[in-house]
């Protein structure tokens, strides 16, 4: 029985998306509930599954077609593959074998253009975005075929060496264009709106992370032991916040046309790097939620954005955003606002300094900070107070623990 298949209905915050794989190719067997389409929003990766066991019989939209909320993307046949379906099967097996009997008879060109063409739309796409040739790639898909996965894969893997360096033409000038994917289009669209739409400022301070550090390194085994997570530096800053969030409202507050919205929770989100690009998942109501519980929450959101396995719900609102530039090795920078929030928190590289402590000179590892406010709702005084107020709790963190 043939029905159709259906994108996924949409947020209201999303307006439609574009198909970046097919897992499936018509005719292809597939079990219920298995991952046969990706459609790539400008937040999140979302999956369509087989309605039940059977096979695609034809595809509607393309690969890089956009689709809306609910859109039909293909029709799908339950029952028994069809004996079209189980022919092209063979015949892709076979493409496989040639390729192989003439990568033994030393034709290495026509073995990579069948391996090229032999591949879905989109590996053939990151095949040449990469420049990865498809022979130096462990395919792990049906017949050896190559998927992306197996290509992000490759990319990650240490280069061997080489006997005989790579010949490159004196003055040659290469470039290659790629268009944006709708994550990065959408994140340059909202730095560029926080750039134009706010008084955006920033304040900076430095914390000595000393105290911080020795209390991770004394206790880190016994709290991974404890609650089966790793004892990290985000929580601190997390609570840290949370904190000085409560003292400086207005910091937790946000604009909304000509009004201002004060929030009466503390969701604060944590930028993450993934291979698509930054995103930002969101803590909720961290002052709720105890150090293991903040951290275990963080390792979480960065597993699911390695894998584009980030949901929506997950990445929609927050009153407040921290943002780490210290992983890459960065020493100072200013954040830009996550608009509609009114300030976001950057955190940098620990380096080692010469610092005057009660008159004498000590070496101290040291952080910048950088606080990123819309002056129009926070003014110099309250970002200030609300910097040095992390500043203190880090420095001292039993006032953290101790609510003073």
């Known amino acids: 029985m043939a029905t159709e298949i259906k994108a996924p209905v949409f947020p209201e915050s999303v307006a439609d998306g574009t198909i970046a794989t097919w897992h499936k ?11 046969i389409c990706d459609i790539e929003t400008d937040k999140v990766v979302l999956e369509v599954v ?15 077609d956009t689709v809306l909320s609910a859109e039909v993307i293909a ?30 008879a030393g034709n290495a060109p ?23 040739a498809a022979a130096d790639v462990d395919g ?6 190559i998927t992306k996965e197996d290509v992000a894969n490759h990319q990650t893997k240490p280069a061997a060496a080489s006997a005989t360096p790579l ?45 911080i550090m020795e209390m991770r390194k004394q206790y880190k085994d016994a709290f991974e032991k404890r609650h089966g997570a790793r004892l990290g530096f985000m929580s601190f800053f997390v609570k840290a916040c949370t904190e000085a969030l409560k003292r400086y409202p207005a910091v937790n507050a946000s604009i909304d046309g000509d009004d201002i ?30 150090y293991a519980e903040v951290e275990s929450g963080i390792g979480a959101y960065a597993a699911k954005a390695r894998e584009g396995k980030l949901s929506i719900e997950e990445m929609t609102g927050g009153t407040f955003t921290i943002t780490n530039g210290g992983t890459f090795g960065s020493l100072l920078s200013t954040p830009i606002l996550n608009q509609p929030q009114t300030a976001i928190l950057g955190m940098h590289k620990i380096q080692e300094r010469p610092m005057a ?11 910048y900070l950088a606080l990123s406010y819309d002056h129009r709702m926070i003014d110099g005084k309250e970002a200030v107070g609300f910097l040095v107020t992390v500043k203190e709790l880090l420095e001292e963190p039993a006032k953290l623990i101790l609510d003073l």
Request: a negative charge; hydrophobic letters at 40%.
């Open 25 to 35: 190719q018509p005719g292809e067997a597939v079990s219920r509930d298995e991952v």
């Open 50 to 64: 087989a309605p039940a066991d059977g096979s695609i019989s034809a595809i509607i939209k393309n690969e890089g």
């Open 75 to 104: 029709t799908f046949e339950e029952g028994a593959v069809s004996g079209a379906a189980q022919t092209q099967a063979v015949q892709s097996e076979e493409k496989v074998e040639q390729a192989a009997a003439q990568t033994q």
């Open 110 to 132: 026509v073995v990579e253009r069948a391996q090229v063409q032999d591949q879905a739309p989109a590996v053939r796409k990151a095949l040449t975005e990469t420049g990865i």
């Open 140 to 145: 792990t898909g049906r017949g050896g075929r």
């Open 167 to 211: 010949s490159v033409a004196v003055g040659e000038r290469i470039e290659k264009r790629v268009p944006m994917t709708r994550l990065r289009k959408r994140v340059a669209e909202r730095l560029l709106a926080a750039t134009q739409q706010t008084a955006m400022l920033t304040t900076f301070n430095e914390v000595n992370m000393k105290p």
């Open 261 to 290: 919205i004060y929030h009466g929770y503390y969701d604060i989100g944590v930028a993450v790097s993934s291979d698509r690009g930054l995103v930002v998942p969101v803590l909720r109501d961290t002052d709720r939620m105890n």
């Open 357 to 367: 402590v009660n008159g004498q000179v000590e070496i101290l590892p040291m952080m």
